[in-house]
Each structure stands twice: as C-alpha cells, then as structure tokens.
C-alpha cells in the first residue's frame, strides 16, 4: 500500500533534491562561462565597431508558435481557445509591439528579462475571460523597437503611457510587472497613480532600495552594467547564456522548455537583442535617482509583492521575499505572497496559483 505523503514532506523531498543539484549546476556555470570568454576572445579588437554597429541596427520579428511565418500586424491567433492579436502602436518615438485579448477591466502584464510577452501565455486566457489582457513587449525586447538610450523606469513608463493612451480605456488598469518589467510598473504607478487600481510585483527589486539580504546575490546585475563586454563574450552563445538563467532561476525547469526557449533566444539573438536587454541593468544608476524622487511620495493604491521559494542558482531556499522588502520603501499599502514551489518564473512555473492570487487580488 502505497504511503500517503504530506505537502511538507513533499516540498522537503524536492527541495533535498533540488541541493543535490547544486554544485553540478555551479560548475556547469563556470565551464559555459570559460567557453564563451576563450570564443569571443577573438573578437576583442572589434568591440568599439560592435558597439556602434548594434546601436544602428533595427529589430527583426520575432517568431513564435503564435506567428511563424506570418506579419505581425493584424494577427490573430489562440491560446486555449481564446483569442489574442498582436499589434503595433507608435509610441514615445519607438514602435511597441503588444499582444491583447478578451474584455472587461484592463489588466496590463509587463515582462522581465530574458523575456517577452511570450512569459504570459499560460496566464492571459484564464485572466481574458473576466478582463482586456495587454501584455506588451518592453522597449528593445520582442517584437519592439531596439533604440540605443531609454531604458531607464521613467522613459518606458511614458512608453507604457502613450501606449495605454492609445487604446482608450476608460477605467483604471490592473498593473502587473516582473523583473525589469516591475520597475516599469512601478514608475507608471507612482507617476500616474490615479490611472492605476492596483499593482502586482513579481519577483523583483527596486535600485535605491536593495533588500540587505540581497546585496551581492544577483551577480549577473553588476556583469550586465559593464559596457560592451557582456555583448562580446555573448555573442554566439546566446542559447547558452540564457539558458543558465532560465535553468538556475526557475525551480522547475521543466516549465521554461526547449521550444520556449528557441523563442526567447530568438529574440534575443536578434541584431541588438541582447544590447536592449542588458541597458536594462545600465539603468540602474539612473533609476536609483528617479526612485528615491518618486519615493518621497509614497503609492496608496494597494499592491501585492509575489516573491519565489526556491531558487538553485542561489543554493535552494529564498531567504525571504525580496519584492515586498524592497516595495515597502516605495508603497504604504504592500502584501507579500511567497509562491511555493516556484523559483523566479512565476507566471511560467506556477500559472494556475498566479491566476489565483491576481484575481484574488483584483477582487479584494
């Protein structure tokens, strides 16, 4: 007869597992690091040449399952029987790609780095039922325009504006932002808080306002600030830097499979793809100053703060939820939610317990 398991015996189980893991992890990062710096090394006499060249160039669509072969503009297509487009809007001097779908209150779903709209999928039809889902591609990512300045929270908050601006809603719009998609979340909610209801942050934190536990932990950020050279030693081996962070970041990596993977690294692999993404990350010095300014007001509307449970890049268990300690310097009205067995990919990992508390959210 077999043993009935408990969740808690459960969980500890996968995470024992899990730190099994661990080290064949930290080492595979080493080894894929060491390959990418002795195959770009050849490239180094050409780094300024690079860096000129990729602020020139234009973006390529991106192709998914959703639009293989087909033009952006116009497109319809189905996720589980409901129906999404993709468009394109002029907006703050780029063109923003954003995909939308079903009706009633505007719930506007931002991505996070190495993403694009793409990180929604498993979300947006549940949620299309009940609201108008806009889940747009951030500036220089997807399907968007890939300008060489503007990635910075107050930029592609105007971005987002104009953006919602154009299509007219006349009610207040349900804001959900992950990672650099949160900063932007952020900056519309503070500079325009009287077109927000509420907010959802996921997983992320806020220049200028740190956790102390999280000092030091995000090694990548501090690698992306530096100029040109995460460029150089990336190129060409986009698939395998991306996939340490979608591998060493999601708990279950099973959800974030090789297909969706071939789809983000489409995008990202795209002339400047990976350029826009790591602007992000230059950002941060900038967005430290916006986010103080913004600060000395602080948001009223109310706002939950999602944070991951088990990350392996970090060595197992989260020490906490880094978004609500970083929101609460931003907002009065902040609750944290800590997904269980889920790493940083909430939307991908653990959609049905998302749909869940967004719509427990927006209802509340």
């Not at 806020?206 to 995460?230: I, K, L, M, Y």
């Amino acid at each position: 007869m077999n043993k009935i398991v408990s969740d808690e015996e459960w969980v500890e189980a996968h995470k024992a597992h899990l730190k099994k893991g661990i080290l064949y992890v930290n080492v595979a990062v080493v080894a894929a690091l060491a390959v990418m710096i002795f195959t770009a090394a050849p490239f180094a006499l050409n780094l300024q040449q690079r860096s000129i060249a990729q602020e020139q160039e234009q973006p390529q669509e991106q192709q998914t399952v959703y639009n293989a072969g087909k033009p952006i503009e116009d497109l319809s297509f189905e996720i589980d029987n409901v129906t999404f487009s993709h468009h394109t809007a002029s907006v703050n001097g780029i063109q923003m790609h954003y995909v939308i779908g079903g009706q009633g209150d505007p719930v506007v779903l931002l991505h996070g780095w190495p993403q694009t709209w793409y990180e929604w999928r498993h979300v947006m039809p549940a949620l299309a039922k009940n609201y108008t889902v806009v889940a747009p591609d951030l500036r220089g990512l997807g399907d968007s325009s890939k300008p060489v300045t503007g990635y910075d929270g107050n930029t592609t908050a105007e971005d987002l504006y104009q953006l919602i601006s154009q299509l007219g809603f006349d009610k207040k719009i349900y804001l959900v932002g992950h990672d650099v998609g949160a900063q932007t979340a952020y900056s519309y909610a503070a500079i325009h808080p009287d077109n927000v209801s509420k907010l959802v942050i996921m997983d992320a934190v806020f220049p200028g306002f740190f956790p102390p536990n999280f000092e030091g932990a995000c090694w990548w950020c501090s690698f992306h600030q530096t100029r040109d050279v995460p460029e150089l030693l990336t190129a060409g081996n986009e698939r395998e830097y991306l996939s340490w962070h979608y591998l060493g970041l999601a708990y279950n990596p099973e959800a974030i499979n090789g297909a969706d993977i071939d789809t983000y690294v489409s995008s990202y692999s795209a002339p400047g793809g990976m350029r826009a993404g790591f602007e992000y990350y230059r950002a941060f010095p900038m967005n430290i100053e916006q986010n103080k300014a913004l600060s000395e007001t602080k948001l009223q509307i109310p706002v939950l703060a999602l944070g991951g449970d088990i990350y392996p890049a970090f060595g197992g268990d989260a020490p906490g939820n880094f978004a609500l300690e970083s929101m609460q310097g931003l907002a009065e009205n902040v609750k944290g939610v800590i997904v269980p067995l889920s790493g940083h990919y909430i939307a991908e990992e653990r959609p049905a317990f998302l749909i869940k508390e967004l719509i427990k959210f927006f209802n509340e």
